[in-house]
């Protein structure tokens, strides 16, 4: 049995978000190329692909929905909307 102050401990510590990365080509469509953990992770990782191809990189939180932009400035993330399904009232 845990005693509660490992219980707090526990409860608060943050797990870190795994991000697709997506390869989005000229004529619009996207290809997978990897799954990594956490948005600096994920800005690495593109810029290395950014090196081998001309085209666009972009990042996604499968769970909430949210994209991430290779070009997207630092700390930009924490003001952008959140993406996902409008319900009836927003999509009349």
Not at 34 to 48: F, W, Y
Not at 51 to 61: G, V
Not at 77 to 85: E, N, V
Request: overall charge positive; proline content about 7%.
């Amino acid at each position: 049995m845990m005693d509660e102050s490992e219980s707090r401990h526990t409860k608060g510590t943050p797990m870190p978000h795994k991000y697709d990365l997506f390869e989005k080509f000229s004529d619009g469509s996207s290809l997978w190329r990897a799954c990594v953990i956490g948005l600096e992770g994920a800005r690495r990782h593109m810029s290395d692909l950014s090196l081998r191809s001309p085209n666009r990189f972009y990042a996604m939180h499968l769970v909430s929905g949210k994209i991430v932009p290779f070009d997207l400035p630092q700390g930009a993330l924490d003001s952008a909307p959140k993406l996902g399904r409008r319900g009836r009232a927003a999509a009349a």
